[in-house]
């Protein structure tokens, strides 16, 4: 395994993405004290503004970490019970049998059977995953609307269960972290995202990294172009778009050098325990948003090679937690939101660092079967990380 940052072939790798199709992408790599920065594409393809590496960022569920660590962090207090049901604690939203079986763990790390309320909050992806029934006509009618997490909550707790308490694989599924924002409230008295901000943002000393309260990105930062598989011809920008839908789940605005600068503190016990962050990488088989069967902790999980690692959601881990992570390993989360994506993974020995975002999403046709069909930009993607993370 090389250590060494090569600049010239991360640069020609991130150009290489754009030249696939990506709009417009930003990174950051660390190696012990070796710092690179790029950015390839423009942030707006209308002026043909350039993307650079120091912009802002909507990152999508990596907002999962943060919460589980500001969670565990009052774990560690006495104020919650990793196993403990959530019904003790929100006997309202989650009443019955349903509350008792449900414990605080199995929600940070999906295994709860709680159903995605997505599909329930917009109704053009009512038919989700089923994706040539979907259509992305929901995402102009709530650009500007202020959900409720209580509705959300509701649709998710009341929508046929996704499968059964404590069952594995589990079901990666928002309507987990909503609940987890709404525990913190409950156990702090204070809001989940200044919960968030006082106890992981700070102590992490992160400058430009918030839970925004309205639609737009304050600073520097790209439009954010969706397609939504080729149903929206050309990508539409969706950059101003109110994030009440996934608040403490995945609202977070953040650049590549904070997100590096949050795991780098995280998996050096500075921001949770050791003990909790042991407890952060035990992980357990997950079904993704993708379909796919992957390795999740408690808003963690690892990736040993970057062959299928997308930025639009989470990434595949071969690491066998009994064995623990071994230096190829490498831990963090991925995230979308409408247009925009992010992945950052840190090496277990903290020494080697990722962060990317990219400008467009969902870019990928349909293929005749309903299945999204490989695009140029997934392959070039890999070997972008492939170069990032290993050299």
Known sequence: MKDALDCGALDAAIDRVHRAGMPGLFAEVRDGDQVWRGAAGVADVATGRPVVAGMRHRVGSITKTFTAAAVLQQVERGRI????????????????????AITVRMLLNHTSG??????????????????????????DDHRF??????????????????????????????????LLGRLLEQVTGSTAERCVTRDVIERAGLRDTELPTGPHIDGPHSQLYES??????????????????????????????????FYAALLAGKI?????LAQMRRTVPVVSQEGRVIEYGLGLHPMDAPTDAPVDGPVDGTDDPAEGPGRGTFWGHGGT???????????????RQMAVAVNMQRGNRLDSAGRPQPHPVDEALVAFYRVAMYG
């Open 81 to 100: 019970g990793l196993d403990t049901p959530i019904g003790r604690y929100l006997p309202k939203l989650v009443p019955g049998e349903r509350g008792e």
């Open 272 to 276: 949770v325990a050791p003990s909790s």
């Open 114 to 139: 709680l159903a995605e309320y997505l599909p329930y909050a917009y109704p053009s992806l009512k038919a989700f995953p089923v994706l040539a029934e979907t259509g992305p006509e929901s995402l």
């Open 337 to 351: 939101v409408w247009g925009g994506g992010a992945l950052a993974m840190t090496r277990a020995d903290g020494r």
């Open 228 to 261: 939504w598989f080729g149903m929206i011809d050309p990508p539409r920008d969706y950059s101003v778009f109110d994030m009440s839908w996934v608040g403490p789940s995945a609202s977070l605005i953040s650049t590549v050098a904070d997100l590096n600068r």
């Open 145 to 178: 609307t202020r959900f409720d997490p209580l509705y959300l909550i509701g649709r998710g707790v009341t929508a046929p269960p996704a499968g059964t308490p404590g069952g594995t694989p589990g079901l990666y599924s928002n309507t987990n972290y909503l």
